[in-house]
């Protein structure tokens, strides 16, 4: 078998009469397979994947005995159809898959189920595969090269009319090569991209690619995206071209009703022909329903009759009318179209103008215009737009007004910013009162004699609150430091705060802006990326920009993955870069100015910190980061260099590790190490989440099993959801890519496992985040549940971040706990509860977790996780020594601020976060036991704080 024609189809009723259109575009193609004869009839076959139709195709379509030789049906039932579908109204690339996986034919070619395939098309081929003629560019060979061919339309007044086969290929032979080719994609300009006649490759190369991607279940883009994926290897031939465009397509859209239609409610993605796809084979193994048993089947109907070697003359009456029909169709379609285009913007002028004065009939107007063809218009000037932007900032780069422009700019958005100045007026006016109550502790000078001569760069961040990066910087002093703030531009009003603590040295990030335009350096980085994680190994000067401009526009979007597939994210991943590599220049002009030998940082995984971070490692600085810990009132502190730079903050360091498992165990640290956990959520006050009330362990797990719908019979496991946006590329590299890539292929495996209970905890801090910065999205994690496994089976649960079930009363009812690298996985571990991580940082590899070294090992055991059994007696007593030095040694919790969080939500709510400083006297900074360890801490060079009291 030469060649196999796929194509998919439903017994319904779509757009008007389908099943003619079918039988006909079946009926067809085997007639002109018989003109050619035998050498034909034995080279193609047809494959019709019959998506969940009530009664099949097969049992109700008339083929003539030319077409019920060569035609086959994958009938895929109904209930499998609604499973796979989910919310798509018809997933066709599910159902080309499932024929293209059965097909015979050395070559695999699809077509939709009402194009007319020609008989010049199908000569041609089979010459070309006989070698008796070739493709007609360079050295390609059919077996290696994408065909692709853009098709002609039959008239909707004449297809409509559902005339006779006869008929309708006396009217292609007739008039078809004056039909108009539709060839063109106003967004592409590329014909692959445009509507189909065919899209032909030969069977390896589908194997090879996995066939369509199976994600893509709506409507367009699926070509595209398959031609992307292999055209990295693959030439692409415009068999149009060669062929004359033999490719017929029997119209169904009216085109007097084509302006007032219902556009395809759900789409998917545009697929940028441009960009290179980040894999070749994004399906599974069983792609094309691989594990299902769909048989190749035979029409069940007695064949219809052949079609007359003549015509008669009424058949050739028909056509002539058909024919006139059709071209005084065309003639006054135009004139219809516009008057029921006009007829509906008076509809929409009258509703909008009605109950209005006429003085604001104009503006009106002008709105709705506006509104009409802002997308459109929007669409055609960006590229444009783009490159203007680009060439204005490489001359400003190049006569080095480009700081200058820059500066401008900035100095405009803070004079004009309605939210930075009324930001700044607030902080002005509590600074008053704060000056009065802390002005004479905080201006406190130490002896200066005592000091090193060392400067430590503060980053400026307010983390948690200002007083107490106020706090930290008197710490330094003690610490025989003197204190350099960079401040941020839209932060200038703290400005006072640092002066007031004894900070003479104050710098704003503008002042060290590079000159240079990185724009044009970026696009040239993205060109280069074809998957995100060639982007994430990209770095700069050992500066990782890929990482840090990838993370940055995660955190920035809200999403769980970037798509290097789309045009608009490369454009965002070019702006990041560009940003990214920018800022690095900035942080080398940084440390040139100011020459500190200490850095104090938070949150270094975005842009601009996160290369500021960096390039103080390269330079070989003392780097320390801070962080609030598990609970409000409380910091973690850890000093990084080469060797650490991607370990988590919230970790334990060899030596510290050490020190925790050598330490004499006894009830006590038991008993304090179970305190700290229950008080904390016992308060809301755990690991950021929001304050809500949540149960306890003590009530049991039947009522929460019967909350939340569980088989009491089946053991359950855990999946604990991080934040999918939230820092997920910084850290230690993860079994998988992005957070949102292992919640579904957990949830993949899961699905599949019946056996148990499968919950999935979505992180809690959604409620913070969003009353502190202000968005009212669903979560990343929802959503891509939704978009990418549809309606999750029966024996999986998913628990929204503001259901009143805290982590600590599921412990009560979880058999087994699943995270990449969540603190979860400490608290379950140390109660006996297997834990599976997917990450290579922060406690796995500590002797009391089930850790793996790749995602197919990861997978499996999340596959035959029923069979894992519970944690020793000592893996529990590593667990609870891993625990204790985390949440009990670790945390500097303060004794000389106040930051509790009660105060810092109602503050976040619609104000600052605010702290009460505890020091009323100079002398009682040097009495602090918490500045005097943070202080001895600053110069110790040890990697972690820790409690050793």
Known sequence: MTLSLILCSRNDHYMGDSRWRLETALNYVAERVQEIGPRARDAVEVLVADWGSEIPLRDVLRLTPAAARIVSFVTVPLSLARERQRDSPFPEVLALNAAARRARGAYIGRIDQ??????????????????????????????????????????????????????????????????????????????????????????NLWHECGGYDERLIYYNWMETDMICRLRRKYPTIDLGELTNYDFYHLDHHDPRGAPLARRHAMKNADVDPTAVPPVLHPNTTAWGLHGHSLALQATSTTPAGSVPGGTSLKEHVALARLTLRSVAGAAFD??????????????????????????????????????????????????????????????????????LARGIRLRIELSTSGEIRGRERAERDYFSQFHEEYGRVLGARFNHGTTTGKRALVVSSRCPTVETELCLIKALQLGGFTPVVLLEDEQRALRPYYELAGVSEIHRSSAFSTPRYYGTTAAAVLSRCHTLEDLLGYAQGGVRVGRIAASTAIRQLRRGSLDLRSRDMRECLVRRVSSSLSSAADARNILRTVRPDLALFVSTEYTPKG???????????????????????????????????????????????????????????????????TAGYAAGDWCGACPTPSRTRDAGSHALVRQLGLDPAKRTAVIFSH????????WARTLFTTYEEWLIETLH???????????????????????????????????????????????????????????????????????????????????????????????????????????????????????????????????????????????????????????????ARGGRPRARIKIHAESQWRQAPDMRALADWFVSGEEDFLNRA
């Open 749 to 907: 495996a899961a699905s599949a496992n019946e056996k148990l209970n499968w919950v999935v905890k979505i992180h809690p801090a959604h409620i913070r985040k969003r009353l502190k910065e202000g968005y009212q999205d669903e979560p990343a994690e929802t959503r891509a549940l939704r978009e990418r496994l549809g309606t999750l089976p029966r024996h999986v649960v998913v628990i929204p971040p503001d259901t009143a079930v805290s982590t600590f009363s599921l412990f009560a009812a979880m058999d087994y706990c699943l995270t990449v690298r969540g603190t979860v996985g400490i608290e379950a571990a140390r109660l006996g509860i297997p834990v599976l991580t997917a990450a290579m940082s922060r406690y796995d590899r500590r002797g009391f977790t089930i850790d793996s070294d790749s995602r197919a090992e990861y997978l499996r055991r999340v596959a035959h996780i029923d069979e894992t059994p519970a944690l020793s007696g000592q893996q529990r007593a590593l667990a609870e020594r891993f625990a204790y030095g985390l949440f009990v040694l670790r945390p500097l919790e303060s004794s000389t601020w106040d930051a509790a969080g009660a105060n810092a939500w109602v503050a």
């Open 114 to 203: 009402d194009t007319l395939v020609g008989e010049r098309f199908l000569r041609l081929f089979l010459e070309i595969v006989e070698g008796s003629r070739g493709l007609g560019r360079g050295r390609a060979t059919p077996e290696a090269a994408l065909l692709f061919s853009n098709r002609r339309s039959i008239p909707y007044r004449f297809a409509a009319s559902t005339p006779s086969l006869r008929n309708v290929s006396r009217f292609v032979q007739l008039f078809g090569t004056g039909l108009k080719v539709w060839r063109d994609n106003p967004k592409t300009g590329v014909f692959w991209t445009s509507y189909v006649g065919i899209w032909l490759a030969h069977r």
């Open 611 to 677: 290369e500021l971070f960096d390039a103080c490692i390269e330079e070989d600085l003392d780097v320390i980061a801070y962080d609030m810990a598990h609970k409000s009132n409380a910091l973690m502190f850890k000093r990084y260099g080469r060797g650490n730079r991607e370990c988590h903050l919230a970790s334990l360091s060899e030596a510290s590790w050490a020190h925790v498992r050598n330490l004499e165990w006894t009830e006590s640290e038991r008993d304090r190490l179970d305190h700290e956990l």
């Open 723 to 730: 934040i999918l946006w939230d820092s997920p590329l910084m």
């Open 334 to 403: 135009p004139v219809v179209i516009f008057w029921r285009v006009q007829a509906r913007r008076a509809g929409l002028v009258r509703g909008e103008l009605a109950r209005k004065p006429v003085t604001r009939w104009a503006g009106s107007l002008r709105e709705l215009w506006t509104k009409s063809h802002a997308d459109s218009t929007r669409a055609i000037a960006r590229p444009y737009s783009s490159r203007l932007r680009t060439a204005i900032a490489e001359a400003s780069s190049a006569i080095g007004v480009l700081t």
